[in-house]
T-cell receptor
Framework: DTGVSQNPRHKITKRGQNVTFRCDPISEHNRLYWYRQTLGQGPEFLTYFQNEAQLEKSRLLSDRFSAERPKGSFSTLEIQRTEQGDSAMYLC?????????????FGEGSRLTVL | GEDVEQSLFLSVREGDSSVINCTYTDSSSTYLYWYKQEPGAGLQLLTYIFSNMDMKQDQRLTVLLNKKDKHLSLRIADTQTGDSAIYFCAGKSGGSYIPTFGRGTSLIVHP
């Protein structure tokens, strides 16, 4: 399968711990997005990369959140000092910069539960 | 920024048509999308429409766009139990690379 891959699929952690999620996009896709989805809500934009450059960050992305895409391929999203309000599904998506439709291809998500 | 609103639930009988509605606020939205999310799976693009179109048909799916009212609808003909899922409306302006999603409409198809 050459779709978007996210790991881990599920993470349960205690409040105050740090967690890191990894996203492997479709190989030729140069754009990579992170969204957060809570129960009953649609995906909320967090941040976006074109190649290795982080071009936009949402106000939702507090100082405890950091995302990287060091070689323009996979990306990591780290949450430091987790809080219960961070519990959500973290979605990664990728796309081609020259896509006519702007379609995003989503991974299955990484579900975070903060106890 | 863009704000996208959808009704939360729709229940239909198998074989009937389903119509899922969406309103958006950004009149400069150039691309409008419908994504489908099945349980435990990521979102998948179902169909899209450009703002210079009023209607797009793709097999059982019909998308209608009313730019004046900023209203988008998705009609699924002959709805099947396999169509049960959450359907997200999303919009993106031509100057942005970031789609904004609605809260999703949960479609339940019963026999």
């Amino acid at each position: 399968d050459t779709g978007v891959s996210q790991n881990p699929r599920h993470k349960i952690t205690k409040r105050g711990q740090n967690v890191t999620f990894r996203c492997d996009p479709i190989s030729e896709h140069n754009r990579l997005y992170w969204y957060r989805q809570t129960l009953g809500q649609g995906p909320e934009f967090l941040t976006y990369f074109q190649n290795e450059a982080q071009l936009e960050k949402s106000r939702l992305l507090s100082d405890r959140f950091s995302a990287e895409r060091p070689k323009g391929s996979f990306s990591t999203l780290e949450i430091q000092r987790t809080e219960q309000g961070d519990s959500a599904m973290y979605l990664c998506a990728s796309s081609l910069a020259n896509s006519v439709t702007g379609e995003l291809f989503f991974g299955e998500g990484s579900r975070l539960t903060v106890l | 920024g863009e704000d996208v609103e959808q009704s939360l639930f729709l229940s239909v009988r198998e074989g009937d048509s389903s119509v899922i509605n969406c309103t958006y606020t950004d009149s400069s939205s150039t691309y409008l999308y419908w994504y489908k999310q099945e349980p435990g799976a990521g979102l998948q693009l179902l169909t899209y429409i450009f703002s210079n179109m009023d209607m797009k048909q793709d097999q059982r799916l019909t998308v209608l766009l009313n730019k004046k009212d900023k209203h988008l609808s998705l009609r699924i003909a002959d709805t099947q139990t396999g169509d049960s899922a959450i359907y997200f409306c999303a919009g993106k302006s031509g100057g942005s690379y970031i789609p904004t999603f609605g809260r999703g409409t949960s479609l339940i198809v019963h026999p």
